[in-house]
Structures are given as structure tokens and as C-alpha cells.
């Protein structure tokens, strides 16, 4: 059974520019969340989606935006980048909403921006 | 917002050693998971407890969900060179919401041979 995949791996951006991050969840699994991960904040949820609706969201400003398509996989946008902005973002799949603390994570897309 | 004390930041321990390491935090959760991250990967989810009180063992690994349901430990036992990592705890409100988990910042654990 495939993981979580995210792409790309590594993306090098300017301040100002936008950011498209993609991610299939595992098969079979509906509901998908973001995380952004920086060595001073740890790990810090942004949103989750389940059945192409936003649920839940994270305190992260407008810039951050997502979306779920019907099948399941789902996109990370950020618009006028930050330096802020460079840390690991991840996608963790799970099942259904009440399970959705059991959760499978891709290894991350690392984005840099200078 | 909800916050996760982690200790200790980071355990340098010889090879065989046993490992524990806790998280605290100021309001309750109902549910208390464990995660170990290794380079270049994303968190992989070791033991979930969903009771005060809840002792659960995963191999070498035996986490507790506090009485007071503001706190957890991890142990790990005879520790190997796999073991290290960086381990986080998260906590989650089952508030009828899909709520995200609020992380801790993680104990880097490192295993000297």
C-alpha cells in the first residue's frame, strides 16, 4: 500500500512569489491535514480537509489556502512568501474525521524562500 | 492557544539504556498520542491512549496518559541504535471538530555506541 506522497520534495521560492504544494493521501483515506514544522515552532497544524471541505484551520494568516479534490488528494497554496514562510510542510492522511488523530504523514515538502 | 511542554529537549544515552521522557501541558486533552520522526521523514505514530489512567505498550514502548489527563510519558526500554530520533507527543480535543494536533517540540534522542 502507497504512503502519503507529497511534491515536490524541495522548492526554493522568492519573497512575494506563491507556492503550490500537492498531496496524495494514502488510498482509501478521505480526510487530509497540513502541518508547517520550523526548528523554533515545532510542528503547528494549518488546516484539514475531509470530502473536499475545509473543517478546521490552524492560526496561520489568509496566505494559506487549500483545497481537496474528489479524489482526496489535496493542494497547499501559500501566496506573497515570507522568509518566514521556509519550513518543512507536511501532509498526514487518516481515514475518516473521527480517527483522524491516527495519522500517516508524507516526508514532507522542504520550502525554502529566500 | 494550547501549549505541549516536551522534556527533555534532547537524551544522549549509551546503547542498552533505558529511555523516558514526558510531556506536560496547561489545559486537558482527550486523547494523548506519541510520534518518533527520523531524517528526512515525516512523523510516524507509535502509541495512541485515549483513557486517564491508560498504560499501553508498543515493544520496547510503554506510554501513560495522565490521571489528570495534562500530561504523558514514554518510556523505552534497552534502547538500540534504531531508537533515534526525534519523538513528539500531541494531544487532541475530541470537540466534535476535527481538530488538529498540537504538538510538542520534540526530544532529540541520540545514542552514543
Known amino acids: 500500500k502507497a504512503g502519503v506522497t507529497q511534491t515536490p520534495r524541495y522548492l526554493i521560492k522568492t519573497r512575494g512569489q506563491q507556492v503550490t504544494l500537492s498531496c496524495s493521501p494514502i488510498?482509501?483515506?478521505?480526510?487530509v491535514s497540513w502541518y508547517q514544522q520550523t526548528p523554533g515552532q515545532g510542528l503547528q497544524f494549518l488546516f484539514e480537509?475531509?470530502?473536499?471541505?475545509?473543517?478546521n484551520k490552524g492560526n496561520f494568516p489568509g496566505r494559506f489556502s487549500g483545497r481537496q479534490f474528489s479524489n482526496s488528494r489535496s493542494e497547499m497554496n501559500v501566496s506573497t512568501l515570507e522568509l518566514g514562510d521556509s519550513a518543512l510542510y507536511l501532509c498526514?492522511?487518516?481515514?475518516?474525521?473521527?480517527?483522524?488523530?491516527?495519522?500517516?504523514f508524507g516526508s514532507g515538502t522542504q520550502l525554502s524562500v529566500l | 492557544g494550547q501549549q505541549l511542554n516536551q522534556s527533555p529537549q534532547s537524551m544522549f544515552i549509551q546503547e542498552g539504556e533505558d529511555v523516558s521522557m514526558n510531556c506536560t501541558s496547561s489545559?486537558?486533552?482527550?486523547?494523548w498520542l506519541w510520534y518518533k520522526q527520523e531524517p528526512g521523514e515525516g512523523p510516524v505514530l507509535l502509541i495512541a491512549?485515549?483513557?486517564?489512567?491508560e498504560l499501553t505498550s508498543n515493544g520496547r514502548l510503554t506510554a501513560q496518559f495522565g490521571i489528570t489527563r495534562k500530561d504523558s510519558f514514554l518510556n523505552i526500554s534497552a534502547s538500540i541504535p534504531s531508537d533515534v530520533g526525534i519523538y513528539f507527543c500531541?494531544?487532541?480535543?475530541?470537540?466534535?471538530?476535527?481538530?488538529?494536533?498540537?504538538f510538542g517540540k520534540g526530544t532529540h534522542l541520540i545514542i552514543q555506541p
Open positions: 480537509y475531509f470530502s473536499e471541505t475545509q473543517r
Open positions: 491512549l485515549y483513557k486517564a489512567g
Open positions: 498526514a492522511s487518516s481515514w475518516d474525521r473521527g480517527l483522524s488523530e491516527k495519522l500517516f
Open positions: 489545559s486537558i486533552f482527550n486523547t
Open positions: 488510498s482509501g483515506h478521505r480526510s
Open positions: 500531541a494531544g487532541k480535543n475530541s470537540g466534535g471538530g476535527a481538530d488538529g494536533l498540537t
